[in-house]
């Protein structure tokens, strides 16, 4: 006993790869090629994993 000891822990990608939540706000709305489109006030930078690894989240409406 008497160990001057840190311990540290760093959950890893298994644990919380899927953990999180992008809210964001509609700031436009627009029709293009008989299309729907939703214009967001975040970016591809805030949730980017779709676009480099073809991952996949469910978009939810909070209001």
């Known amino acids: ?3 001057d000891v ?3 822990f760093e959950p890893g990608r298994a ?3 899927e953990a999180g ?4 706000s509609v700031i436009y709305r627009k029709e293009s090629g ?3 489109f939703l214009i967001l006030d975040a ?3 805030v ?3 779709p676009a480099l690894y073809d991952a996949w989240h469910d978009v ?3 209001a």
């Open 1 to 3: 006993a008497g160990l």
């Open 6 to 8: 840190e311990l540290v």
């Open 15 to 17: 644990l919380v790869a």
């Open 21 to 24: 939540a992008l809210v964001a």
């Open 34 to 36: 008989g299309r729907r």
């Open 43 to 45: 970016g591809m930078n």
């Open 47 to 49: 949730l980017i994993r």
């Open 60 to 62: 939810l409406p909070l």
